[in-house]
């Protein structure tokens, strides 16, 4: 993928989505849209934060590698390292 192209594909993700929310795929199989702030576990201590405690995601963007990323307490982290909590 080109840089344009990437660019491209940022762009229309933060259309579709913003930075405010992040699309799941429910145990139902339905698509649903949790917004920020939501409640996350790390499944491994990662930076800062340290495994099994509870975070807030203020906001969810994109690295330059098109990884989903968590803000929290204003630093990014990849989505895998995260379980999502309270999803019914």
Do not use: H, W
């Amino acid at each position: 993928m080109t840089d344009k192209q990437r660019k491209r594909y940022i762009q229309e993700v933060y259309e579709l989505c913003g930075t405010d929310s992040v699309l799941i795929i429910s145990q139902k199989g339905d698509l649903e849209r949790v917004s920020c702030p939501f409640v996350v576990i790390p499944i491994r201590n990662v930076g800062e934060l340290q495994k099994g405690l509870k975070y807030a995601v203020n906001a969810v963007k994109l690295s330059p590698g098109l990884i989903d990323v968590y803000i929290i307490k204003y630093k990014a982290y990849y989505y895998f390292n995260f379980r999502l909590l309270g999803l019914g």
